[in-house]
T-cell receptor, first 113, second 115 residues
């Protein structure tokens, strides 16, 4: 079975600083990878996804993620964060051909002015 | 576009009471699912459905029932509420079949407290 580990439960950063949110997965088969964002008191929205092809994926709001098959990682990055990026971020994995999306525990990103 | 609509947004129950959380989507998505979100545990799948008349269990199905009589609706029933079911519940939908890698669309959640 696949699993997802988000290595940091909370990440505080200063405004305009770069940020990296880490995600590692385990699976014996090929997977699709997703990052979702949850703003306070809202549902989840898709930030970006990796299906195949280029390992660097660009998403909305200036975020990007890199798929590293050898390290089984899919870390999320942004070169310069804004106050509006304050949210909880979830990494998720879907095994090829499967229906069930498996989520990590979430990382709460807090931006300090 | 309404997307995924969940009702109610908030609910307080007493232990032992029953209730149904409603979920409806207007995107003609075959796949629908229910998750619960608890601090430090991410989202855990309760039940899911790949089409009308078909449901299956997820990671944490105990204490919950579902049915899927139409493509649009996927209600979640708590037969006898327990304090351990205090959580935020999210419904999600997406296309299925060969498009299983399509992103899920989430509702805004139902915040449920069991006293």
């Amino acid at each position: 079975a696949q699993s997802v580990t988000q290595l940091d439960s909370q990440v505080p950063v200063f405004e305009e600083a770069p940020v990296e949110l880490r995600c590692n997965y385990s699976s014996s088969v090929s997977v699709y990878l997703f990052w979702y964002v949850q703003y306070p008191n809202q549902g989840l929205q898709l930030l970006l996804k990796y299906l195949s092809g280029s390992t660097l994926v660009k998403g909305i709001n200036g975020f990007e993620a890199e798929f590293n098959k050898s390290q089984t990682s899919f870390h999320l990055r942004k070169p310069s964060v804004h106050i509006s990026d304050t949210a909880e971020y979830f990494c998720a994995v879907l095994k090829w051909g499967a229906q069930k999306l498996v989520f990590g525990q979430g990382t709460r990103l807090t931006i300090n002015p | 576009n309404a997307g995924v609509t969940q009702t109610p947004k908030f609910q307080v129950l007493k232990t032992g009471q029953s209730m149904t959380l409603q979920c409806a989507q207007d995107m003609n998505h075959e796949y629908m699912s229910w998750y619960r979100q608890d601090p430090g545990m991410g989202l855990r799948l309760i039940h899911y459905s790949v089409g009308a008349g078909i449901t299956d269990q997820g990671e944490v199905p105990n204490g919950y029932n579902v049915s899927r009589s139409t493509t649009e609706d996927f209600p979640l029933r708590l037969l006898s509420a327990a304090p351990s079911q205090t959580s935020v519940y999210f419904c999600a939908s997406r296309l299925t079949g060969t498009d299983s890698n399509q992103p899920q669309h989430f509702g805004d959640g139902t915040r449920l407290s069991i006293l």
